[in-house]
């Protein structure tokens, strides 16, 4: 006999009733349980991710994940702490308590933003058996006006999780370039409409006439550069 687990998490849902159960215990004392389940076809799933700003992610099945702005939300803490600190007299032992208060801000935000990096990028390489991103100019665009969001979103943190647990898993990754026309190019019919300024969200293909989700079609794009097989939405 074996104590019942107090909480049960299941990694992802059983596509049919499994034919058998398979009850491991861990050395710290965690019980998980193997399924042997009936599936049918065998489809190998894979996305492509498009970073960016209005969403933190979007995915080329059209799946768009938001930005959590986690240091824009604390934005009006961290200044507060930041004031006291400069009211604070230099060498004093309330500067220093000011200090580790101030610190402490920042690093409740950085951990915040790691652990979302964490769980999308866990949910992603668990679910796909490969994975494309662009490899976007992270340190360009952290020398313009856009700075602050771009470190907020922390895409390169982002990518890195990806790359490693890909290889501890056993999945593909890819990074493609950065110049790759990927929201230029229609994604049903590999036509170059060209540039579209930033507030263009949706177009038409002058060719083939699909309407295009401008976020949608560029993550359609890295993985078909990558070399992945995917429908168009």
Known sequence: MYARPSAQTWSRTLPSTPS????IKDSAGRYFASFVVETGPSVTPQVGIDLGLGHFAVLSDGTKIDSPRFL?????????????????EKGSANRNKARIRVASAHARVADARREH???LSTKLIRENQAVAVEDLAVKGLTRTRLAKSVHDAGWSQFVTML???ASRYGRTFVRIGRFEPTSRVCSACGVKDGPKPLHVRTWTCRECRTV???DINAAVNVAKAAGLAVTAC
Not at 75 to 84: G, P, S, T, Y
């Open 163 to 165: 790359e490693y647990k």
């Open 212 to 214: 295009l989700d401008r």
């Open 117 to 119: 990096h964490h769980q």
């Open 72 to 88: 824009r939300r604390a934005e009006k803490q961290l200044k507060k702490a930041q004031r006291a600190l400069s009211r604070k």
């Open 20 to 23: 058998t159960v398979t009850v």
